[in-house]
């Protein structure tokens, strides 16, 4: 029966094996993917920081244009009733697929690198060094998929972390801002009703 159990779980792992690299490889694309556009809005950003500094001297007016490379003042100006809590969650937003990417990544390399070390364990004590070195080749190549999409997306969410806080920072008064005058401008509609 534990035997029976055993064989099974080791079937039904090895089914992992071909959509976990597969997986890992999309990761891979994706992880370049995302540091062309992490530098990309590097470039817009540097480029734009005047024209965000002049955005928020003149109070987040709406219709005015944005500098791009910066989401949060875009949604800022957008929609002038918008609250710290929804900027908050829209950097959270911005930043989801690069953090998600950045803790799957090692754990799929790590899935990767476990299915192949049974046949490798296998053909060890059946003396096939052919099938040991064939099977670690596969083990050892998903772990460092794995460890540089974790690699390359972890930096891009540190660095985005840090940009949208900074940015946040600078919104939040004129934000907090508006919502007081808005405050009080219904306050003033319902006394005088």
Known sequence: MIRTLEDLMYQVSDLFMA????????????????LGGFFVQGVQRNR??????????????PGT?????????ALAVKNSSITKDELDVAALGEMEAVRMVSRVAPMLGLIA??????????????????????NLIVAFSAVIFG??????????????????AQELVALLPHVEKRSGRAAEEKGALREAS
């Open 65 to 73: 244009d944005t500098p791009k490379g910066y989401p949060l003042a």
């Open 19 to 34: 959509p976990v690299l597969v997986l890992l490889v999309v990761l891979f694309f994706y992880s370049l993917y995302a």
């Open 147 to 164: 460890l540089v999409v974790a690699s390359i997306t972890f930096f891009i969410a540190s660095t985005k972390k840090k940009w949208l």
């Open 48 to 61: 734009g920081a005047v024209q965000f500094r002049r955005l928020l001297n003149d109070g987040l007016q």
């Open 113 to 134: 690198t476990m299915i192949p070390m049974g046949p490798a364990l296998k053909s060890l004590s059946d003396g096939d060094v052919q099938g040991i070195s064939e």
